[in-house]
């Protein structure tokens, strides 16, 4: 009898083939990315480090589907884009809460936005809240918080309505060091309890490492992919951790990776 042939691997969340993106200027045009591949697996921590103007964040934008690509292909779960991906939540540098509302408030927007039912959320926005440290400042407004803790609150927003796509644009850019740490780990513990496809975008190496399942690492501007490292260390990731020969042994590798990317023309 025939074995059974093995399983087909299951298809990626994020599939991009030959992307490239070229913005007009005055004097013609700048070419952003070139001919981008990569697969993003479900349920994936995927992290996307390079230099500044490599094109991180345009890369992005164009899986979030806020903007539209030159050439190529891009599917979200199985889908090509012809616009927004109304399943994806983005979290920025900038928090971006409205001042003028409070952080419950704020954290339930988006379920006012897609016309939800905002009762039902309400226990959810409060057990986000409470999950990330903010239990007792529902009421508060964002003039109120720190920086840190206005980023938490920006994070139970991005989770509210329990979309599968988790977007993060160097969400912790602006934070001191420590509070960094404190935030990387937060949002380790998120994600091994609910378990989002992330693509998160960063010029920290290590805090990349301490994230990710696998790493890309992108050239200069025209950005490509240069190489895609995967992270093979043991969740959940400490701090003690970052100090380990095998934790330095792939900032080496990533860093050296970063330093032989071929760079653009005349750069």
């Given amino acids: 009898m025939a074995a059974d042939p093995p399983p087909r691997p299951p298809l990626p969340f994020v599939a991009i083939r030959d992307l490239s993106m070229e913005y007009p200027t005055a004097t013609g045009s700048i070419l952003a990315l070139d001919r981008v591949n990569l697969e993003v697996r479900q349920e994936e921590f995927f992290s ?5 103007g490599c094109g991180k964040s345009t890369l992005l934008l164009l899986i979030a589907g806020l903007v539209e690509p030159t050439d190529g292909e ?3 779960d199985g889908e090509a884009l012809d616009g927004p991906y ?26 006012e936005l897609r016309r939800l039912d905002r009762g039902a959320y309400q226990r959810r926005a ?15 407004f964002p003039y109120q918080l720190s920086g840190g803790m206005r980023q ?23 934070l001191d060091a420590l509070s960094r740490e404190e935030h990387q780990e937060l949002l380790q513990e ?51 951790m970052a100090e380990s020969a095998a934790f330095n042994q792939y900032v080496g590798r990533i860093r050296r990776s970063l330093e032989t990317s071929p760079a653009a023309e005349g750069m």
């Fill in 48 to 52: 996307i480090v390079g230099p500044s």
């Fill in 74 to 76: 891009l599917l979200v």
């Fill in 86 to 111: 109304a399943r994806a939540a983005i979290v920025f540098q900038q928090d971006v809460l409205l001042e003028w509302r409070t952080i419950l408030a704020n954290v339930t927007l988006p379920v």
């Fill in 126 to 140: 409060l057990e986000l809240l409470a999950a990330v440290g903010l239990e007792g400042f529902e009421q508060y």
């Fill in 152 to 174: 938490r609150a920006a994070l139970c927003r991005a989770l509210i309505c329990d979309l599968p796509l988790l977007l993060m644009d160097e969400p912790f850019g602006a």
């Fill in 190 to 240: 998120v994600w091994l309890r609910h378990r989002k496809t992330v693509v998160f975008v960063t010029h920290d190496i290590r805090e990349a490492i301490l994230l990710s399942d696998r790493v890309a690492i992108m050239s200069a501007r025209p950005g490509t992919i240069a190489e895609i490292v995967p992270i093979d260390l043991p969740r959940p990731r400490t701090r003690e």
